[in-house]
């Protein structure tokens, strides 16, 4: 099995976009951190708060960004809220980029 790096991961996740948002999820502070252990990644995604309705989709995003690099791998993932500074930061980079 081919090795995977953090690296690559963040790679392959600054091109995933945000739903709604015209800006990619580390731009926007949702990737928090990623470990990984031999073949299991673990991410762990900031959201402004829990219940946001479309974390299933960006669930989805991350891990299928993650097994575009290998099909084999083992991805998790941990919901955190973000901290006030880190919530500041996501709706100044929204506000530039929303959608609707």
Do not use: C, Q, Y
């Not at 990984?36 to 673990?42: F, G, Q, R, S, T």
């Not at 690099?69 to 500041?88: A, G, Q, S």
């Amino acid at each position: 099995m081919k090795k995977i790096l953090e690296k690559d991961i963040r790679k392959v996740l600054s091109k995933e976009k945000h739903p709604e948002i015209n800006s990619s999820l580390i731009e926007l502070g949702i990737i928090k951190n990623i470990n990984i252990k031999n073949d299991l990644v673990l991410v762990v995604l900031a959201f402004p708060f829990l219940g946001i309705p479309i974390k299933e989709d960006l669930i989805n995003i991350v891990k299928k960004s993650i097994w575009s690099l290998n099909k084999d791998i083992k991805v998790k993932t941990k919901i955190v809220e973000m901290n006030e500074e880190e919530k500041n930061k996501f709706m100044e980079k929204a506000k530039e980029g929303w959608k609707f």
